[in-house]
């Protein structure tokens, strides 16, 4: 049987951008009873704990399900785990107070992490607005107040076009054939090939230290779980060639590709339904 359930987030587990739904909650802690849950996305910690963690208590997690939710963050850059009874160097034991340990956001612990530098992030930054700049894609006027377009994220520097807060329906209409991000990306590669380019969601650029992607993500997991790839399920929108989910297909993952989150339920209600 597999161990690890891992997930792409945007698309897969929710709506990009927002909270999972309760369906997708309450499967997830039936599977956390069972299985160790690894979301892995470009995002940030606070999203992670907006988009998921929140939610979970909500529906009711509790903190021994919580110690089995191992957070990728930034593409699996950064890996955060729940020590139900506080960060201690020993390995997390499972026990009745444990159990009713209350949730703590402050339990949350950064286990390991592989920043950009500052030089790093500032010469991506510089080349994301040229390379918009040059291209005509720059919408400084299209923002909210206090709204920004370039957002560095730690380990990855992050363009979204019309900026955080952006309406839906605006961002899927900017952009949809990808065509304004390619011609952005094909400048930038031009002007600092050190790095890599990811065009993500709607109006998303993902830009980072070569062969800092998924691959490299899934493979610290690998390691830092001490499992191998068959003991993985991966679970993704983007696994064609050139998507965000396609190098942990590359690796040899078992993979379901889905195109929403109500393609995942479906598939956790089955994984559920045999165990
Ligand atoms: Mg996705």
């Given at each position: 049987?597999?161990?690890?359930?891992?997930?792409?987030?945007?698309?897969?587990?929710?709506?990009?951008?927002?909270?999972?739904?309760?369906?997708?909650?309450?499967?997830?802690?039936?599977?956390?009873?069972?299985?160790?849950?690894?979301?892995?996305?470009?995002?940030?910690f606070d999203q992670f704990l907006i988009q998921i963690v929140n939610r979970l208590i909500e529906r009711g997690v509790n903190a021994a399900q919580l110690a089995n939710l191992h957070l990728f963050v930034a593409q699996g850059t950064q890996y955060y785990r729940y020590y139900p009874n506080g960060y201690s160097d020993k390995p997390i034991q499972a026990s009745a107070a444990t159990d009713k340990a209350p949730y703590d956001k402050n339990n949350w612990h950064l286990e390991y992490d592989f920043p950009l530098t500052d030089?790093?992030?500032?010469?991506?930054?510089?080349?994301?607005?040229?390379?918009?700049?040059?291209?005509?894609?720059?919408?400084?006027?299209?923002?909210?107040?206090?709204?920004?377009?370039?957002?560095?994220?730690?380990?990855?520097?992050?363009?979204?076009?019309?900026?955080?807060?952006?309406?839906?329906?605006?961002?899927?209409?900017?952009?949809?054939?990808?065509?304004?991000?390619?011609?952005?990306?094909?400048?930038?590669?031009?002007?600092?090939?050190?790095?890599?380019?990811?065009?993500?969601?709607?109006?998303?650029?993902?830009?980072?230290?070569?062969?800092?992607?998924?691959?490299?993500?899934?493979?610290?997991?690998?390691?830092?779980?001490?499992?191998?790839?068959?003991?993985?399920?991966?679970?993704?929108?983007?696994?064609?060639?050139?998507?965000?989910?396609?190098?942990?297909?590359?690796?040899?993952?078992?993979?379901?590709?889905?195109?929403?989150?109500?393609?995942?339920?479906?598939?956790?209600?089955?994984?559920?339904?045999?165990?």
């Open positions: 049987m597999k161990k690890v359930l891992a997930f792409d987030i945007d698309q897969t587990l929710n709506v990009a951008k927002t909270p999972i739904p309760d369906e997708i909650a309450d499967l997830l802690i039936k599977c956390l009873d069972d299985f160790m849950i690894c979301p892995i996305s470009g995002q940030k030089e790093e992030v500032e010469k991506i930054t510089t080349v994301l607005e040229e390379s918009a700049k040059e291209t005509g894609y720059w919408e400084e006027d299209k923002l909210e107040e206090g709204d920004e377009i370039i957002e560095n994220r730690h380990s990855m520097v992050a363009f979204s076009a019309l900026g955080q807060h952006a309406g839906t329906a605006q961002k899927y209409g900017w952009d949809a054939d990808t065509k304004k991000r390619q011609a952005i990306v094909a400048k930038a590669a031009e002007k600092a090939p050190e790095f890599q380019y990811e065009i993500g969601g709607t109006t998303s650029i993902n830009a980072f230290k070569k062969g800092m992607n998924k691959e490299f993500g899934m493979t610290k997991m690998l390691e830092v779980l001490g499992i191998e790839k068959k003991d993985v399920l991966y679970f993704g929108d983007m696994t064609q060639p050139g998507g965000n989910d396609y190098p942990v297909v590359k690796m040899g993952i078992d993979t379901i590709t889905v195109r929403s989150h109500e393609d995942t339920a479906y598939a956790l209600r089955g994984i559920l339904g045999v165990l």
